[in-house]
């Protein structure tokens, strides 16, 4: 995501200083590619904050260890500025304008440089998955993730396009909303689909780009790539897709699976060691995680006593709710004993000669 959102910003600039010189080239490129990365890196995000929050167990439930204020101030990202649903809408019409062009004999649009693969991608060609036996050399192979990652892609794109003619068809020849309508969940899965694309694509770059400007982190950062591509290949994060839809595409053998969680296994022990260090990378201060299971200091369970004896709830014993309200729940019968307790204390009513005074 980091990458891919340097990749949008990079083009935001450019596009930017050509507007100012009335050239407006760039406006669907930039249209759908923040489009994309905004509708699915939202999700993602959200989803990933969660997951991380149930993997610290009771820890990440608490308040003080910051996951769930930082999930409630992330979660509405995914909603405003254009929810997932509308995004992928739009995603989903220049997808099927790209297959369409593609279909009517094009070879690329210039104004879309980050679809040209749905370009290069020949639906009549028989799409033949590698054999199993060269899988483990493969998978070590970074152009043939992007190739596999791509040939998904497309698969899902033009198999959609084909569900959205029949619906045309079924229509009339019409297309509006309705038509629309039946194949949003296609848009869904395409736009996924080409998010994966995307910061597959980004990543290889700069990859590319660290190898020579600082190879230690490149040679760590190599199988962060390789542990996303494959982790797309095995879940996808998203319903309905994830490895079928890759040995669908003929991207990936059928018999294939277990090699590639072999492979992530193997990817989460390599890379364990340097976790630590990709997450102090980003450089979050502690005044801004507000985290005591986060600190940089790493005085975890100093800060956990210490979050826990400053609670104002923990200066007594018993809290003041057991005796207001629990108590009551637990034991029904002092409700009663409390009551006439309370009525026996109360003063005694006036007199009937004084209230006449």
Known sequence: MHFAGQGAEKLYNTALLEFKASKFDALTEMHVLTSTLKAVSTVLMADGMEQ?????????????????????????????EGDFVVLSIQVGQQLLNAVSSKMKGKTSNPKTPSLQYVYEYDPAKPQ?????????????NHDFLMA???SRANYVHYASAQIFQEEVAAAGGKMGPETLDTVKIEFMRMTYAHAYVLYSDFFKQRLTELETQSPKVAS????????????????SYDVGCGFGDFVAAG?????GQGQLLRRIKQLLKDIRPHAVPL?????????????????????VYESLYESTKNEPLNETDISEGYYKHLQYLLH?????????????AAPAPPSAGRAAL
């Open 52 to 80: 991380c929050r149930k993997c610290m167990g009771g820890h990440g439930f608490l308040n003080a260890a910051g996951v769930g204020p930082q999930y409630l101030s992330a979660l509405p990202q995914a909603t405003y």
């Open 128 to 140: 033949l998955p590698p054999k199993a036996a060269e899988l483990d050399s493969l998978l070590q």
């Open 148 to 150: 596999a990652l791509k």
């Open 220 to 235: 760590v950062l190599k199988l962060v790539f390789e542990l996303f591509c494959f982790t797309v290949m095995d879940q």
């Open 251 to 255: 991207a990936l053998p059928a018999n």
């Open 279 to 299: 997450v102090d990378g980003w450089n979050i201060p502690d005044f801004l995680l507000n985290s005591v299971l986060g600190r940089y200091d790493g005085r």
């Open 332 to 344: 029904p019968e002092r409700k009663s004993q409390d009551q006439a307790a309370a009525a026996s």
